[in-house]
Structure formats: structure tokens, C-alpha cells
């Protein structure tokens, strides 16, 4: 038996090789919009919303209805545009349910614990592993699939899954695993649960660097990343994916962003208030000398 096959439009960022996703069941005119991106230049100290408004004008181009602004995980790499695009399309803001574990680590670590409470109520809802949803007429099922962090999740739409950090295009590999609450273990059996899913399921990647020069994509299969992938595909074990992503994470400098977008993310991609002179500021956490 055949899945639902929703439309899917891709919003590549070139600034932070992200991707959003307009994800569509045209029979119903219904839409959710996943991983959407603010446009952040951090030596200027600006926030824009260029690349949010592009899905903006996509959906009001189709004439679709928003039901979801989803995140697929506290992002350490971008601003998150979860909440301007419920803000100008509507919608309810998702996130998996364990995004409590990433905001009590870091609301501590920026000492904003008294501003961002940890409970993910910056959200509207609080998806459950196994928990399923709907996008218009098409059955949406989550899974947890953590491991790049321990909020992560995938959401499977038809035949569709949108898996965020979890896993790249084959010829790139998987996600760090490196941040608080990140395991290589737990990353390697999460993607155990993505290719246990039909060989023909389509998989869209949060990120693309187009390694070799090649040109940028982002969508590829199950069957592709299970024997292709050069991290996890092939059938290599868990101890030996283990040894290769640890040592390549190692080597690994942050994410340019990374101080920027977790505390703005915490916040469901909200911009912390403005102080008493009108002013919005970020946190920069400094070592002490």
C-alpha cells in the first residue's frame, strides 16, 4: 500500500546551508512549515526575515493554510523562524518534548533561567515519540531520534520524513554529536529507527554543504542513506560509526552562530524583551582570566 505523498518545497539558506520546508497537502489546501530560518548578520548585531518571508510568499502564493510551524530541535547553527511564521501565517509552534532537557542546561549556561522558564511552554505543543498529527488529509507521525541532541526529532509526513540534524545526504555523513546531551550511541540508533522505515521513503536533511564541489541538495531516500551513507551506511556497526563520528567531532569548531541562536531558540525563536532603553541584546558568555 502506497503512502500519502505531500508537496514538498525546499528553502535552501546559503548563509548557514539550512533548509526550510513547505510541506503541503494541496487536495486540502493545508500546510506545515519546518526548520524556517531568521537571517542573523552577527557583526552588524541585525536580525531580518528574508528568508522566513520566502516561505511567507510561497504559502500565500498557493493559497495554502498553515496548521504547523515546526522545529525538529533546538538549532545551534541559525535563528530559528518558528515563531515569526506563526506570527504571519498562524498555526500552532511544535517541537519534540524534550526540549526541556536542552532548555535546562542552557538557560542555566546563559544564567537566564529567571527570564526563559524550562518547560517548554515557549511552544505550543509538545510532540511524544510515536505521537502522530495531521497535516491537512495526510497522517504525520514523530519520532525521537536523538543523538546530534537529546530533543531531536523526525517528522514523518506520508512518505516524507524531514529528519533535521539527524542524518546528511549520503555523500556527507551524519550530525555532530558533540553538544550537551549528545551521543554518537544515540545517534547511531536513531538512525537505526530511519532506515528500519519503507526503502523508498523520502528523507529531507536540514543541511547540505555540497561536499566535491557538487551542486546543493537535500533530498535523497531511505535506501540511498542505508547503503550509501559514508558514516552509517553499508551496514558499519555501532562501535565502528561510534569510533568515526566522535573522532570527527573532535576536529570540530562550534558553529558560528551557536551563542546567538541557542538563546534566541530557548525561546522558540523569540528575540529576548527589549531592556528599558528600548533595546533587544544577546548574552555572550565570556571565560574568566
Not at 559514508?230 to 558499519?236: K, L, S
Amino acid at each position: 500500500m502506497s503512502m500519502p505523498r505531500p508537496d514538498v518545497a525546499a528553502f535552501f539558506d546559503p548563509d548557514t546551508c539550512s533548509v526550510a520546508y513547505l510541506v503541503s497537502d494541496l487536495a486540502t489546501g493545508t500546510a506545515a512549515v519546518i526548520d524556517a530560518v531568521l537571517d542573523y548578520d552577527p557583526k552588524a548585531g541585525r536580525v531580518a526575515t528574508r528568508s522566513a518571508d520566502r516561505v511567507v510568499a510561497a504559502v500565500k502564493e498557493a493559497g495554502l493554510t498553515v496548521e504547523w510551524a515546526l522545529e525538529t530541535h533546538i538549532h545551534a547553527d541559525h535563528l530559528a523562524a518558528g515563531a515569526y511564521i506563526k506570527s504571519r501565517l498562524g498555526g500552532r509552534l511544535g517541537i519534540g518534548e524534550h526540549v526541556t532537557a536542552v532548555q535546562r542546561h542552557f538557560t542555566q549556561f546563559y544564567n537566564i533561567a529567571d527570564q526563559v522558564p524550562a518547560d517548554g511552554s515557549q511552544f505550543d505543543h509538545k510532540f511524544t515519540d510515536g505521537e502522530t498529527f495531521r497535516v491537512g488529509g495526510i497522517e504525520a507521525r514523530v519520532l525521537h531520534t536523538p543523538g546530534h541532541t537529546p530533543a531531536c526529532v523526525t517528522y514523518l509526513i506520508g512518505d516524507a520524513a524531514f529528519v533535521g540534524d539527524t542524518i546528511f545526504m549520503p555523500d556527507y555523513g551524519t550530525a555532530r554529536c558533540d553538544f550537551p546531551g549528545g551521543s554518537a550511541r544515540r545517534l547511531y540508533r536513531s538512525i537505526g529507527r530511519l532506515f528500519a522505515l519503507p526503502p523508498q521513503t523520502r528523507v529531507f536533511v536540514g543541511h547540505d554543504y555540497a561536499p566535491n564541489d557538487r551542486a546543493y541538495a537535500w533530498e535523497t531516500t531511505v535506501v540511498e542513506e542505508r547503503e550509501r551513507n559514508i558514516h552509517v551506511g553499508g551496514g558499519r556497526s555501532e562501535d565502528g560509526f561510534v569510533q568515526v563520528r566522535e573522532e570527527r567531532d573532535r576536529a570540530l569548531e562550534p558553529p558560528n552562530l551557536i551563542l546567538a541562536a541557542i538563546q534566541v531558540n530557548l525561546r522558540g525563536g523569540r528575540l529576548p524583551e527589549p531592556e528599558a532603553n528600548g533595546t533587544t541584546y544577546l548574552k555572550i558568555p565570556l571565560n574568566r582570566l
